[in-house]
C-alpha cells in the first residue's frame, strides 16, 4: 500500500528495453547522438512545433536552468507559493539564476489565481533600480494540489504576464497526467496558451531519471546548452537519456501510463467518497488528497499504508478540514496495482468501520 509519490514506481519495460537496444557500440556524445535526434523529432511532433530540447535527469534542474534563460539575477519569477519551485528544490532556482527573486502568489486548489497575480503585478514594488523585474510567470502542470489548468486558464494567465513583458514557464513534472485529464493536446496546453518553455518531466511517467527542457521560444535556447554543462547536467553519454524519453515517447506510451495512473487515482477516489471520507481538492490527474479522522490516519499507519501527510493553505473554505483532521496525499503511479488501492481501502474500512457522512454529499468528484 505505498501511495507515497509517483517515483516509488519501477520504470517502465519499454524503458529498460528502450536503454538495452541503445547500449550497443557507439554513439557520439553530449548529445548528438541518434537517440537524441530522434527524441527531437518526436517532440516536435507530438508538440506540432519546432522545438528546443535538452535533455537533464532531474525536474529541479529543468526547473532551474529553464527559469534562469527567463530570469535574469535582477528579475523576479512568480509562482504559486505552494510550487515545488518555491518549496522542493532547495534554492536551485534562485542559484541558478544568480539570485533572482522567487515570488508566491496565492490561489486556491493550487492554481495561481488569475486576479491574485494581476493585483501583484499592480502593486508599486516592480519599479527598477530599486525593486526587482517581474520576469516569469511559471506553473505547474498538474499542480502541487493535483488540479490541472485548462488551455483557457493558461491564456488567461499568459495574457496577464505579457502585459508585464514576461515569459510564461511550465513546470510539467505530470504533464502527461495534465493532457490526458484535459483532453487536450501538448500543443494547446503550453505554445498556443503562451508557454514559452516547458519542463517535461519523464520519471514520474515511468522513466528511471530523465526530464525535457522543451522550448517553443527560439530566442530562450542560447546559452542553455553551457547553463546545463555548467549545472553539470550534460551527460557525456547521453544516449541513455534519450533512450528512456524514447522508450516513453514511442507509440504514446506517456500518454498511455498517465491515462493508468489517473484512472486508478480515479478509483481510489470513489473508493474513499464511498467511505464518507472528504476530499481537500478536487482529483484532476493522479493526485488524491484525503481528510482523515486522526483514528484513520493511525489505523492506516499501523496497517502499513505508506503515503504524507500534507500541509496546504490553498483549500477553499468548503472543503476545509475538521479538528484531528490529517490531510494525505495519495499518489498513484502507471505502476500502481489494483491490489494496493483495494487493500488501502479495505484498510480504512479496517480502521473505522462506521461509515460516515460527507460534509458535502452533493459535490461532484471531479
Ligand atoms: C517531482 C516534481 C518535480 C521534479 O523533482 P525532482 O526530484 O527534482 O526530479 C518538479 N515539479 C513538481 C511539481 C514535482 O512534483
Redesign the pocket.
Known amino acids: 500500500m505505498n501511495l507515497a509519490s509517483d517515483?516509488i514506481a519501477p520504470a517502465h519495460p519499454a524503458v529498460i528495453e528502450a536503454l538495452a537496444r541503445v547500449n550497443e557500440g557507439a554513439a557520439t556524445p553530449y548529445g548528438k547522438d541518434e537517440t537524441t535526434a530522434r527524441v527531437e523529432a518526436l517532440l516536435a511532433e507530438i508538440f506540432e512545433h519546432e522545438v528546443g530540447v535538452f535533455l537533464v535527469t532531474?525536474?529541479?534542474a529543468a526547473?532551474a536552468l529553464a527559469l534562469a534563460q527567463m530570469t535574469p539575477p535582477w528579475g523576479a519569477a512568480l509562482a504559486h507559493h505552494e510550487a515545488?519551485v518555491m518549496h522542493d528544490?532547495c534554492g536551485a532556482p534562485e542559484f541558478f539564476t544568480n539570485g533572482a527573486k522567487m515570488v508566491g502568489v496565492a490561489g486556491a486548489d493550487g492554481r495561481i489565481d488569475a486576479g491574485a497575480l494581476a493585483d501583484i503585478l499592480a502593486k508599486n514594488f516592480w519599479t527598477p533600480p530599486t525593486h526587482v523585474r517581474p520576469a516569469s510567470l511559471t506553473l505547474?502542470q498538474a499542480t502541487?494540489a493535483g488540479t490541472v489548468y485548462r488551455a483557457d486558464q493558461i491564456t488567461e494567465l499568459f495574457g496577464i504576464a505579457r502585459e508585464h513583458g514576461m515569459r510564461v514557464h511550465m513546470?510539467g513534472?505530470?504533464f502527461a497526467n495534465a493532457v490526458v485529464s484535459t483532453r487536450e493536446t501538448p500543443a494547446a496546453l503550453t505554445w498556443k496558451a503562451g508557454v514559452d518553455a516547458l519542463s517535461l518531466?519523464f520519471?514520474?511517467n515511468g522513466a528511471m531519471a530523465a526530464?525535457a527542457i522543451v522550448l517553443f521560444a527560439p530566442e530562450l535556447i542560447e546559452g542553455l546548452a553551457e547553463r546545463r554543462k555548467r549545472g553539470g547536467h550534460l551527460w557525456s553519454k547521453s544516449r541513455f537519456i534519450a533512450a528512456q524519453a524514447l522508450g516513453l515517447l514511442e507509440n504514446g506510451l506517456w500518454l498511455e501510463l498517465a491515462a493508468r495512473a489517473n484512472a486508478q487515482a480515479a478509483r481510489l477516489t470513489l473508493g474513499v467518497a464511498a467511505r464518507g471520507l472528504d476530499l481537500a481538492f478536487p482529483v484532476e490527474a493522479n493526485e488524491v488528497f484525503v481528510w482523515l479522522p486522526a483514528e484513520i490516519h493511525q489505523g492506516l499507519q499501523d496497517r502499513g499504508a505508506h503515503y504524507y501527510v500534507w500541509e496546504s493553505d490553498c483549500v477553499t473554505p468548503a472543503r476545509g478540514g475538521r479538528p484531528r483532521e490529517v490531510m494525505a496525499r495519495l499518489i498513484c503511479s502507471w505502476a500502481t496495482p489494483n491490489e494496493d488501492v483495494d487493500a488501502f481501502l479495505s484498510a480504512i474500512d479496517g480502521a473505522a468501520p462506521a461509515k460516515r457522512a460527507s460534509r458535502s454529499p452533493g459535490t461532484p468528484l471531479f
Open positions: 517515483n532531474t525536474g529541479t526547473n515545488h528544490e505547474s502541487e513546470d513534472a505530470r518531466g520519471t514520474k526530464e
